[in-house]
């Protein structure tokens, strides 16, 4: 937020943080006001989910999605018991560097391959791209 909601003056600063929402206070009327949440997209916490149930570690999924891998352990734990009933038994390691070269073996060629994964209608896609 650049200006205040009531004013539109610009000379607001931050003010806490309110159920996971950051709060501004405008300097010239002192008003108080919340913006949208503060986080990582639900979107990617699917991702980091896919990629802990497809087998790979957290540091592994935390590398890929540049995010700590602390982070990539509480969002499986907040998925707690679904994670738990999806899983079953546990999947073989897998590792994303394996994974390209094995790719790059398949296609003839050895670097420049890249995994991208994303989410389109609620469907998860993988792609395998050529640098």
């Keep these: 937020m650049d200006v205040c909601p009531r004013c539109k003056h610009e000379d607001i600063r931050k003010d806490g ?13 002192n008003y108080h006001f919340t913006v949208v949440k503060i986080g990582k997209p639900f979107n990617l916490k699917r991702i980091s989910l896919l990629l802990y149930l497809l087998g ?20 499986i734990m907040q998925f707690g018991a679904q994670v738990r009933e999806l899983k079953g038994e546990k999947p073989q390691k897998a590792d994303i560097e394996g994974l390209v070269e094995q790719i790059g073996a398949n296609t003839g060629k050895g670097a ?3 995994m991208s994964i994303g989410l389109c209608d609620g469907e998860i896609e993988m792609t395998y791209a050529e640098n």
């Design 56 to 75: 790979f570690n957290y540091r592994q999924t935390g590398k890929f999605l540049n995010v700590s891998h602390v982070t990539v352990y509480k969002w």
């Design 17 to 29: 943080v309110v159920k996971n929402k950051q709060r501004f206070k405008c300097k010239v009327c």
């Design 112 to 114: 420049g391959i890249t």
